[in-house]
């Protein structure tokens, strides 16, 4: 009997060896993560610009997993303006956007944390209430997104990771001059969408 | 034996936590109607494998007698489990074409007039082993089935699980049928929670699983057997998490804790399959057509 019993130890033995190389099937994770970057410019001038820094550790899901992730991929962008946005002077005011503004051009731009330009684009329309329902898409030539995935590396070297940013900057020029005593006001919000890669 | 008993069960707790916490890396950026879809192949699972393995045979006899089984599954995960139709609820935004479930490989994404809203992927799982051990005890033709294993921590997460089954050898009441028929019940409740320091990687999953059977089986030389049944089941996946709301769509529910209740595809299911007696230990192996088709093998300690 006891020979009974030893041998159906053994069998669990290997029945748990079986399972312990077999337990490991989750495969790589991919995780869309939004970058979403509200930025406020304000002034009396016929140009109004305000740029704003963003660093992916700020996010709870890069920051969080760090460790695990094998790449980061650029996925698209876009621009859209918000009724609506924080006082650059001092937050966390908020301000509205001038109504019914419109100037000559309204740019966007970003670059990356080491201050290279990634793109810049001038939008179609010139009004800013134009993007406040329907987004622009912003769509990078295959040089930009070379930068930009190029640029997402840092996050192979252990010591730059944590300072993966980007600068992204809106300007609006050919604004008329507001009334006296108030501001015109642009609230932006420039989108960066990444897809991280990660280990199980 | 008993160390190695221990370190086996253990082993399939690390197993169990490590896995499946990680569901939560996609559900904390998902509002409760998309973060039930995107989770419904885990209460599918988890109704596969707790409803699998509870018979190899109908026959059961009239003085006492006692199991110890381990019991393997290996389910195969089809594409149909793999993506879902988003259900965002926001205003703008599609409620058409697919994206990954838990199971699936890569998130969607959408464009909106609140800017993106991005779906998390999966891990990208076509199969999925597991196990489970069982005690049985019964006498005159019926049998009490447990399933146990008690709460404990490993880390931030609790996980712990128990079941029960009922079974009857209803052949015993008639006379000169040709195989045993046996009717069985169960219930198997597993649970796992997540509760770090960081309130947002908060996470709770409680599977309730309800299954009734009648198999039946017939033996040859009192060594072979060759068993089959057909099963009504049904899996109920609770689930509380954090919600984060990286799309930055959900203002009024940004940030806290959300519940929602999944049910699993897990309905019918087809069993057949045999075994070897080599008493006291006996061996089966059997599949199982269900919407995760399953393979299962056991071993078993009969006396």
Redesign the interface.
Known sequence: MKKIYNCFFLILITFTFFFSSGCDVLEKFFLNLPIKEGITATGTSTTIAESDTVYLRDYDAYSDNIDKIISIKYLDALYRTLPRGENPSPPPDSLNLTPGLVGNNIQVTVTDGDGNLLFTRSLPSVAAEDYLTEPYMISLEGSEITLMNNYLEKIKDETERDNISFIGTITMSGIPAPPPGSVNVLTGQIELLYELEMEP | ?KK??F??LL??TF?FTS?YA?VG??I??LAPDDAKEYSKPLATFFGTYFNSGSYYSADLPKTFQFKFS?I?M?SFIGDGQKTFTPNSGVE?YSNSGST?TFVG???T?Q???G??L????????S?????IYQIAGGAFGTEIMLRYFPQINVGDVSTGLWGVGLKHNISQWFQGLPFDIALQVLYNNINLENESDDE??YLKFDSKNFAINAHASKTFNDMFIIYGGLQYESSTMDLDYYF?D???LYPSIRDTRQSTSVDGDNVFRFTAGGAIQLL??VFNLDLNVTSMFTLTGG?S?QL
């Open positions: 034996m190695g008993l370190i086996f082993y399939l197993q896995s990680q890396l996609g904390f950026g381990i393997g290996y703008g990954s490989e890569k998130g994404y464009i909106g007039p800017g993106f991005a779906y998390p992927g999966g891990f990208n799982v199969s999925a082993p597991s196990a947002t990687e984060q990286p799309n930055e006291p230990v071993i300690l």
